[in-house]
């Protein structure tokens, strides 16, 4: 069965930079659709951006569009969220999930219920 680890996350300035992977064993990610999430403490988790199967479409949290970059390298079984002009408020622990096979064909939502697999989650911590 799909399992996936997420790492990059760490302690960054305002304005700097992270990048997020999600690496997938047990089955090809070719045949899944990838989220990424966050949540802190005390508030729901809430979607940051999805990304289709094929990688053509692709959906981002308004307050991160424009700093955010999701994309996926499906041969190294690999999606990746670029992290851009990070802001205090996208503090906390980031999990990556998948979606298989999402209907119709090249989906993608950005909706926690409709995930199946979930990483450990990887903490991001944006301070001065």
């Known amino acids: 069965q799909l399992q996936l680890v997420e790492s990059g996350g760490g302690l960054v300035q305002p304005g700097g930079s992270l990048r997020l992977s999600c690496v997938a064993s047990?089955?090809?990610?070719?045949?899944?659709?990838i989220g990424w999430f966050r949540q802190v403490p005390g508030k729901e988790r809430e979607g940051v951006s999805c990304?289709?199967?094929?990688?053509?479409?692709?959906k981002y949290l308004e307050s991160v569009e424009g700093r955010f970059t999701i994309s996926r390298d499906n041969a190294k079984n690999t999606v990746y969220l670029q992290m851009n002009s990070l802001k205090p408020e996208d503090t906390g622990v980031y999990y990556c999930?998948?979606?298989?096979?999402?209907?119709?064909?090249?989906?993608?939502?950005?909706?926690?219920?409709?995930?199946?697999?979930w990483g450990q989650g990887t903490q991001v911590t944006v301070s001065s």
């Open positions: 047990g089955d090809t990610l070719n045949w899944y659709a």
């Open positions: 999930a998948a979606d298989h096979l999402p209907a119709p064909y090249g989906s993608v939502y950005l909706t926690e219920n409709e995930y199946e697999r």
């Open positions: 990304i289709s199967s094929n990688g053509v479409t692709t």
